[in-house]
């Protein structure tokens, strides 16, 4: 649509991005004021918005800022609907959660803190309620009409996007080296920039003090799960685990919110540390965001598209053999066809 409007052009789809990015924001700061504190809140947004993936994917154009926004959405007006009763929650919360499974249906995994809230709240009647099984059955419909409806684009054109390859087995999640990519190179490193997965380990002994705090806990455990069901992906992609942060910062959030005191720092050690852990966040992040800068001149796809721009017309049709990659035609602003290398 903003292509539409605007024509073609990159920050069209950045803008989209971050509008997202920003609205996933401002959905976990309302979840978790809602259901711990607003000093919680306040400290989880900002770690969300400086951790280093999420700041770099949230101006990528790729479907996760979207994909995140309608999780967080999805749940906060889900839970608003089971506060307030207003019908109009219950239904933005259906086209929320609808729109995350249709950007990746690996999101049925919000199946698990929206059931947690409505037990919650209602215990076992809530699952004799028609307005909950419409909503559960109407989004499996909806996600289920859709990739239908790409498995017969696949049939008719052989196109896809391939959801067979992010499934994991037993043997890949028994490996090592699943575990070490994961946790290691992926949510330490890349995720919590080093000095935030400790806090964030510390978060998770924390005494629950208020009983909201546990959709935090059935959400991270959702997310887990999904990982593991979806290993292949998660091994693989490092913005596949993109989600693990909304509930994740949560638990860094609630650490600083009620052990950080920033006049103390030099008085209480628990203060200098978390005072170090959140310098260590912010530097890490910043070098991580400065080595991954695009850099046009330097990539060499980039500069075969000038030169495929330099020696075709735009009515060119041009093949590429990239295993795939659409990236050639795309910044040569050619059409054509992308050839697997085996060929």
């Known amino acids: 649509?903003?292509?539409?409007?605007?024509?073609?052009?990159?920050?069209?789809?950045?803008?989209?991005?971050?509008?997202?990015s920003l609205a996933a924001l401002v959905f976990l700061y309302l979840l978790v004021r809602k259901h711990i504190d607003e000093r919680t809140a306040l400290w989880s947004s900002f770690f969300f918005a400086v951790m280093p993936l999420v700041a770099f994917y949230g101006r990528a154009i790729m479907p996760e800022s979207m994909m995140l926004a309608s999780t967080a959405?999805?749940?906060?007006?889900?839970?608003?609907?089971?506060?307030?009763r207003n019908f109009a929650f219950l239904a933005l919360s259906f086209v929320l959660v609808a729109n995350a499974c249709l950007?990746?249906?690996?999101?049925?995994?919000?199946?698990?803190?929206?059931?947690?809230?409505?037990?919650?709240?209602?215990?076992?009647?809530?699952?004799?309620?028609?307005?909950?099984?419409?909503?559960?059955?109407?989004?499996?419909?909806?996600?289920?009409?859709?990739?239908?409806?790409?498995?017969?684009?696949?049939?008719?054109?052989g196109q896809t996007i391939g959801l067979y390859d992010k499934f994991a087995n037993w043997g890949l999640l028994l490996k090592a080296k699943f575990w070490n990519r994961i946790i290691v190179q992926s949510l330490m490193e890349r995720h919590f920039a080093w000095t935030g997965f400790p806090v964030f380990i510390i978060g998770l002994f924390l005494k629950r003090e208020k009983k909201g705090e546990r959709l935090f806990d059935f959400w991270l455990a959702a997310v887990v799960?999904?990982?593991?069901?979806?290993?292949?992906?998660?091994?693989?992609?490092?913005?596949?685990?993109?989600v693990f942060m909304l509930p994740g910062v949560v638990f860094v959030g609630k650490v600083f919110s009620r052990h950080f005191e920033a006049g103390r720092i030099l008085k209480e050690k628990k203060s200098a540390l978390l005072a170090l852990a959140l310098a260590g966040v912010v530097v890490f992040s910043f070098i991580r965001l400065h080595r991954w800068r695009e850099k046009p001149d330097e990539s060499v796809t980039y500069?075969?598209?000038?030169?495929?721009?330099?020696?075709?017309?735009?009515?060119?049709?041009?093949?590429?053999?990239?295993?795939?990659?659409?990236?050639?035609?795309?910044?040569?602003?050619?059409?054509?066809?992308?050839?697997?290398?085996y060929l």
């Open 1 to 20: 649509l903003g292509y539409g409007v605007f024509g073609d052009h990159d920050w069209v789809g950045r803008m989209t991005s971050v509008f997202f």
């Open 303 to 341: 500069n075969i598209s000038r030169v495929v721009r330099e020696k075709t017309s735009e009515k060119d049709l041009i093949v590429t053999v990239t295993d795939g990659d659409p990236s050639v035609l795309y910044f040569s602003h050619r059409k054509g066809w992308v050839l697997p290398t």
């Open 225 to 242: 799960i999904y990982i593991l069901i979806a290993g292949r992906g998660n091994f693989a992609h490092d913005y596949y685990q993109l």
């Open 73 to 84: 959405g999805g749940i906060y007006f889900f839970s608003e609907w089971l506060t307030r």
């Open 103 to 157: 950007l990746k249906p690996t999101s049925f995994y919000v199946g698990l803190p929206l059931l947690y809230l409505a037990l919650e709240s209602e215990g076992a009647a809530a699952l004799k309620r028609p307005a909950i099984w419409a909503y559960a059955v109407l989004v499996v419909v909806v996600v289920f009409a859709w990739y239908y409806h790409a498995h017969n684009i696949l049939l008719e054109t």
